[in-house]
Each structure stands twice: as C-alpha cells, then as structure tokens.
C-alpha cells in the first residue's frame, strides 16, 4: 500500500496547491492513501470547517493537527460531527474531538494518530511517548494493519527520539511543525518510517509560507507585526511516500516529493 503524507498547509496557496496538483501525484505514484497536516489551513492558523471540507472533496482522506489546533473556535464546533480530523492526542486539558482515528480502505485498517511534542514548543502537554503508549495499551482499543504518526514538533533530537523508542511498533513516524523538509528520511531497523520534518505546502518564495518581510519584521527586527500571507504566488508542496507492507504494517521505504511550480 502506498501512503503519501503532506507536510502543513498554509493559507490559500497550499489549499491550491492540493486543488492543482494532489490528483498527479496520487496517480503517479500510485498513492492508495492521503493524510496531511492541515493546522495552518485557514489564513495560515487552524482550520475552518469549509476549509476541512475542501481538503477531503480535493482528495484528503485524514487530516492532522498541531499546535493551532484550537486557532479558529469554529473547530469546537464541528470536530465531533466529522470523522477524518485527528486533533492532538496528549492535551493536559479535556478537548472535543480525537487524537487518534482508524479509517479502513479495502479491508486494511489505518490508526492515525496525532502528537505534539514537549521541546521548544509553546503548549505545555503530556509526555507524548507515554500517552501513545498509554492508549495502545488500553485492551479496548481497535488493532489495526497500519499505525502513521504526526509527530508535530520542534527539535529534531526529540523527532528522531521518539520514531527509535517507537521503532517497530508503529509503521511511520513522520515530523511536521517547521515547515522545512529535511533530508533524514529513512526506514529504521524494525521496520518504522521516519523524517525529522516533511516540510511545508504553500508558499515558495516566503518564510514559513508566509510572507517574508512581514516574519522578517517580527523574527529579526523585533517588531510588532503580523504576518501575513498572501493569496497568490508560485507554490511548494512537501510530502512523503510511504510503501507500506499491510500485512506486518512496516515501512518498505520511504521517499520525499517536494513540487515546486514553474
Ligand atoms: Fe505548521
Ligand atoms: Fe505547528
């Protein structure tokens, strides 16, 4: 089975870039099943619930979340009433909505499960191993074929860390958060997928997929300012390809897409 994973997308231009692109690259590689992290899909923080629709009516079968996962309250509002967005699991606090889903497809059961991560990041959460570990021991939860990890947080020694304690239990461990996609893409020695950070999808000539002069104003200068994101420009879209053995739900290999426009 092959599984295509896309790293955040922000604003407008990521939600085009799926609408322009996703359909290619599910048909050249073949792709049976496509989750992306979607925390920055509405202006670039959170996401509203026409955005969640348009993601999954432009071929998305599980979005994922991260640290603005509560950016836009419209979300305490719908996320119960949908069944393919997965919020973070380990939150301190009570939450609407799940951390972890299971969405089957022929036959094969697929568990996506959200996590934030403790280093570097603004929210405080629960640990995140014993949390996953804590739900897959409940003798109640459903077994499933296939286990993919968003592990969405901000230093790569915690990323990496994490898909070894994880090795061999979970079929990928894939990073988002920092939008950049870095080179360490691998398959551990038990079988699990991991990258440090799939990257980003929106846009290209801007930082974060924001524009660069407003983040710019904010990280370097030290002002007061918003960033903004604009609604045009040429596009990037970051993601991984997983090949999947469904049987023994390891990670065959694992490889990068990063389509930037013309
Ligand atoms: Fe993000
Ligand atoms: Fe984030």
Same mark, same amino acid.
């Given at each position: 089975?092959?599984?295509?994973?896309?790293?955040?997308?922000?604003?407008?231009?990521?939600?085009?870039?799926?609408?322009?692109?996703?359909?290619?690259?599910?048909?050249?590689?073949?792709?049976?099943?496509?989750?992306?992290?979607?925390?920055?899909?509405?202006?670039?923080?959170?996401?509203?619930?026409? $955005?969640?629709?348009?993601?999954?009516?432009?071929?998305?079968?599980?979005?994922?979340?991260?640290?603005?996962?509560?950016?836009?309250?419209?979300?305490?509002?719908?996320?119960?009433?949908?069944?393919?967005?997965?919020?973070?699991?380990?939150?301190? $606090?009570?939450?609407?909505?799940?951390?972890?889903?299971?969405?089957?497809?022929?036959?094969?059961?697929?568990?996506?499960?959200?996590?934030?991560?403790?280093?570097?990041?603004?929210?405080?959460?629960?640990?995140?191993?014993?949390?996953?570990?804590?739900?897959?021991?409940?003798?109640?939860?459903?077994?499933?074929?296939?286990?993919?990890?968003?592990?969405?947080?901000?230093?790569?020694?915690?990323?990496?860390?994490?898909?070894?304690?994880?090795?061999?239990?979970?079929?990928?461990?894939?990073?988002?958060?920092?939008?950049?996609?870095?080179?360490?893409?691998?398959?551990?020695?038990?079988?699990?997928?991991?990258?440090?950070?799939?990257?980003?999808?929106?846009?290209?000539?801007?930082?974060?997929?924001?524009?660069?002069?407003?983040?710019?104003?904010?990280?370097?200068?030290?002002?007061?300012?918003?960033?903004?994101?604009?609604?045009?420009?040429?596009?990037?879209?970051?993601?991984?390809?997983?090949?999947?053995?469904?049987?023994?739900?390891?990670?065959?290999?694992?490889?990068?897409?990063?389509?930037?426009?013309?």
């Amino acid at each position: 089975m092959k599984i295509l994973f896309i790293g955040d997308i922000v604003g407008k231009i990521g939600r085009r870039m799926i609408k322009d692109h996703l359909k290619e690259i599910v048909d050249k590689h073949n792709i049976d099943f496509v989750i992306a992290n979607g925390e920055n899909v509405s202006h670039g923080k959170g996401i509203l619930r026409h $955005h969640y629709f348009e993601l999954i009516d432009n071929g998305i079968d599980v979005v994922t979340l991260g640290n603005h996962y509560d950016n836009k309250n419209d979300i305490r509002r719908y996320i119960n009433s949908v069944d393919r967005l997965v919020r973070p699991l380990n939150l301190l $606090h009570e939450y609407p909505g799940e951390g972890s889903i299971v969405y089957e497809i022929e036959g094969i059961t697929i568990r996506v499960t959200n996590l934030l991560g403790n280093a570097m990041m603004p929210e405080s959460v629960n640990n995140p191993y014993y949390a996953l570990i804590d739900m897959l021991s409940d003798p109640d939860i459903e077994k499933t074929n296939i286990h993919i990890i968003d592990f969405h947080a901000e230093a790569t020694g915690e990323k990496y860390c994490l898909a070894h304690a994880l090795d061999g239990k979970v079929t990928a461990v894939l990073g988002t958060h920092t939008h950049v996609q870095t080179r360490d893409y691998r398959v551990l020695e038990g079988g699990t997928a991991f990258i440090s950070d799939v990257g980003m999808t929106g846009l290209y000539d801007g930082a974060l997929g924001f524009d660069k002069d407003s983040v710019t104003n904010k990280i370097i200068y030290g002002q007061q300012s918003p960033f903004v994101i604009p609604d045009e420009g040429k596009g990037v879209l970051s993601a991984v390809v997983l090949d999947v053995d469904e049987i023994d739900g390891r990670t065959r290999d694992i490889y990068p897409i990063y389509l930037v426009e013309e």
